[in-house]
RNA sequence: GGAGGUGUCGCAUAGUGGCCUAGUGCGCCCGCCUGCUAAGCGGGUUGAGGUUGAAACCUCUCGCGGGUUCAAAUCCCGCCACCUCCGCCA
């Protein structure tokens, strides 16, 4: 959530970003209101309250008629603090959900518009002329089959559609993608994690993922517990509830976990090979910040993100997403595309978002600077996501034979291996 | 899954219905004293919210949520976490 004062004192400017991100104006008119009847029901509450303890005390004190005269007030004031007690608890509850339901600002930084609405920041690389090459590339699907990298018919036989198995040399190359993204990220002085991929709503709901990406999330209702669809919720709730010193800021950590999603209304996109899929695995960059240095992080984030991209030679470009397609939490987002010969464009690989105070407020995580104690930003970023990595590494790196060249700097965890062959 | 125990301020502990506006010790911060340090002395030391120009002030916060009562750290119920034991299990 923002910050409450802001509705306060500078409306304005949360209608300005509601008008960039395409999203109700009205919404802002409702909280300013709902505010005002909170507060003014805490207030009819608190007036109450501190009488009853008043006349607590004197009853304490007195006896025979002055005692019972007492009681007979305080055993009226009693009911009037309960109903005064309901109503603010009902009125901070309709503003919370209300509240709650508001995205984050967006950065004026931010494009205007919406999915289609990006800018583009840079392209780095070019993508390969396979026809001046003399050879028609074959898709991820193709490649994967004949490498024996992934298996999907079996997929869908034991767990339904959008499900795969790793086999073989694919299997092989994710844990040595993962390998590789968490040694560079120790070295970048991230904290490797190995986080839970199982969370409980309070996590789910801190993080966002509770509003218009609802539909996206798997829930296990007997246990009330939600499957992530990336491990930025676990590591945003890890310093849940916490007060972090701000000398320990940035703090970073990279988590490696499964991640899943139900993709609900994405029935006939990206439905071939592995592009699109109910699981996988990432590593992701979490880290917390003091918002003023939250703008550089989030820099360096995406400068990690390029150095892997590099690192694995593949062709790509940045954008800098519209406000319109910013999610609930964030307030800046830059993807990384990598080029897909057989797609003919740019697909996004890796994402990064600057989530301010947001989350922050929701899961109750603040900094201590000085005297003041107050909400701090965080900010993640993909590192590795397995699926869509591997297809860009077989797509990109492919050859007239079918085969495929690993990147020099993958190679050291693949055991040397400079191409992946055929099976036969 | 079953049985029992524990949960109080950063840490340790006191507190069995009103004198708790939660005491004490340690730690930490500020000051005094002192060749320096230590000791000693005095003061401060959870967080959230409301109100205000600001301060004063008020409300909430003793794991969390309900309940009983005029009044709850204290009594009752539910939940959560941790510990011990039993069962099951990679």
Redesign the pocket.
């Known amino acids: 959530m923002i910050d409450?004062r802001t509705l306060r004192d500078n409306p304005d400017e949360i209608r300005a970003a509601q008008r960039r991100r395409g999203e109700s104006e009205a919404i802002v008119d409702e909280l300013i209101s709902a505010?005002e009847a909170?507060?003014?029901s805490?207030?009819r509450?608190?007036?109450l309250?501190?009488e009853?303890?008043?006349?607590?005390?004197k009853?304490?004190?007195a006896s025979g008629d002055e005692k019972a005269d007492?009681?007979a007030r305080?055993?009226e004031?009693?009911g009037e603090?309960?109903a005064a007690d309901?109503a603010s608890?009902e009125a901070a509850k309709a503003f919370d959900a209300l509240f709650a339901g508001l995205p984050n600002l967006a950065a004026p930084e931010a494009p205007e518009g919406g999915e289609e609405d990006f800018v583009v920041r840079e392209i780095v690389g070019e993508p390969r002329d396979f026809a001046a090459e003399g050879f028609e590339p074959l898709d991820h699907l193709e490649l994967g089959k004949r490498l024996g990298a992934f298996d999907i018919e079996r997929g869908a036989k034991v767990s339904g559609a959008r499900f795969y198995f790793l086999t073989g040399i694919g299997a092989q190359l994710e844990l040595a993608l993962v390998s590789m993204a968490m040694e560079r990220a120790a070295a970048w002085g991230f904290t490797p994690m190995i986080p839970p991929a199982l969370v409980k709503p309070s996590a789910m709901e801190g993080t966002g993922f509770l509003g218009q990406a609802a539909d996206d999330v798997y829930h296990l209702p007997k246990d009330d517990l939600f499957l992530v669809g990336t491990s930025e919720v676990p590591l945003a709730a890890y310093h849940s509830d916490e007060?972090l010193d701000a000398d320990t800021l940035p703090r970073r950590y990279a988590g490696f976990s499964p991640c899943y999603r139900r993709e609900a209304g994405s029935y006939g996109k990206d439905t071939r090979g592995i592009f699109r899929v109910h699981w996988f695995d990432k590593v992701e960059m979490f880290v917390y910040a003091t918002p003023e240095d939250s703008y550089a992080v989030h820099e360096e984030l995406l400068a990690h993100e390029q150095d892997w991209l590099n690192a694995l030679e593949l062709p790509y470009r940045v954008i800098d997403v519209a406000a319109g397609d910013l999610g609930l939490s964030a307030i800046r987002k830059f993807d990384c595309e990598a080029w897909i010969p057989t797609q003919g464009k740019y697909r996004e690989l890796t994402s990064t978002s600057n989530c301010t105070q947001f989350q922050a407020r929701r899961l109750?995580i603040?900094m201590?600077d000085g005297e003041q104690?107050?909400p701090l930003a965080t900010l993640n970023g993909t590192l590795m996501a397995s699926t869509r990595t591997i297809i860009a590494l077989l797509e990109n790196h492919q050859q007239a034979d079918g085969s495929v060249r690993v990147p020099k700097a993958l190679q050291p965890y693949l055991g040397g291996r400079e191409i992946l062959e055929p099976l036969s």
């Open positions: 409450v505010d909170r507060r003014s805490i207030g509450y608190e007036a309250r501190a009853q303890k008043q006349l607590g005390k009853v304490a004190q007492l009681l305080t055993k004031l009693a603090v309960k309901a608890a007060i109750s603040r201590r104690v107050t």
